[in-house]
């Protein structure tokens, strides 16, 4: 009960703000540095997924690349329309 108010206590007087991790450990051997290191690591990946999870992500970047191919071959044929007409107007003041 003391090691709890304490913790609580140590909160409080410091602020949320400042306390932004806890890492706890049961032995000496556990607080170095690539302790601290590995537990980073592991907050900043992403959480696991479920099966259904994972597929709805790969329908989702299926979808944005063929919604990019799409885009891409619809500017590339805008481009070739402006080159051809282009040529003709060079074509037609020569003329």
Same mark, same amino acid.
């Given at each position: 009960?003391?090691?709890?108010?304490?913790?609580?206590?140590?909160k409080r007087e410091?602020?949320? !703000?400042?306390i !932004?991790?806890?890492?706890r450990a049961?032995s000496i051997?556990?607080m170095?540095? &690539?302790?601290?290191q &590995?537990? #980073?690591?592991?907050?900043?990946?992403?959480?696991?997924?479920?099966?259904?999870?994972?597929?709805m992500?790969?329908?989702h970047q299926?979808? #944005?690349?063929?919604?990019?191919?799409?885009e !891409?071959?619809m500017?590339f044929?805008?481009? &070739?329309r402006?080159?051809?007409?282009s040529i003709? #107007?060079? &074509?037609?003041?020569?003329?």
């Amino acid at each position: 009960m003391l090691y709890a108010s304490t913790i609580a206590t140590l909160k409080r007087e410091f602020g949320l !703000t400042y306390i !932004t991790q806890e890492l706890r450990a049961s032995s000496i051997h556990e607080m170095t540095i &690539q302790s601290f290191q &590995q537990h #980073v690591r592991t907050q900043a990946a992403p959480p696991p997924r479920t099966m259904r999870e994972e597929e709805m992500m790969e329908i989702h970047q299926r979808e #944005v690349s063929e919604q990019t191919k799409e885009e !891409t071959k619809m500017s590339f044929s805008i481009r &070739q329309r402006q080159i051809s007409a282009s040529i003709l #107007v060079i &074509q037609h003041c020569k003329d």
